[in-house]
């Protein structure tokens, strides 16, 4: 069993940053593929990045409206995932979800449903 617990979120300006930050439980965590996704009012939840377990050197993907601004990470050590997000536009306003899973395939890591644990979500908006 895997619990996580998001933390972060806030209200930006456009242009501004945020980091969130996701506290795993459990002795297990570097074996976990970490997942962010998000979900906007009206749409459906969408991959956002993904890290794969330590041992494959940290492996990272990205979805292509955040690649180049937004930056995942995880501390295995202390059992967090993070997201580290630049140049916030108002189209990154959504509830963003941490995730915990087992496929380390590019295809699979961005698949919400390979994913087996996920967190209660914390809010990010972004004014312009």
């Known amino acids: 069993q895997v619990q996580l617990v998001e933390s972060g979120g806030g209200l930006v300006q456009a242009g501004g940053s945020l980091r969130l930050s996701c506290a795993a439980s459990?002795?297990?965590?570097?074996?976990?593929?970490m997942g962010w996704f998000r979900q906007a009012p009206g749409k459906e939840r969408e991959f956002v990045a993904a890290?794969?377990?330590?041992?494959?050197?940290?492996?990272?993907y990205y979805a292509d409206s955040v690649k180049g601004r937004f930056t995942i990470s995880r501390d295995n050590a202390k059992n967090t995932v993070y997201l580290q997000m630049n140049s916030l536009k108002p189209e990154d306003t959504a509830v963003y979800y941490c995730?915990?899973?087992?496929?380390?395939?590019?295809?699979?890591?961005?698949?919400?449903?390979?994913?087996?644990?996920w967190g209660q979500g914390t809010q990010v908006t972004v004014s312009s």
């Open positions: 459990g002795r297990t965590f570097s074996s976990y593929v």
């Open positions: 890290i794969i377990s330590s041992w494959s050197g940290g492996i990272t």
């Open positions: 995730a915990a899973g087992r496929s380390s395939t590019k295809r699979g890591s961005s698949n919400q449903n390979e994913y087996g644990y």
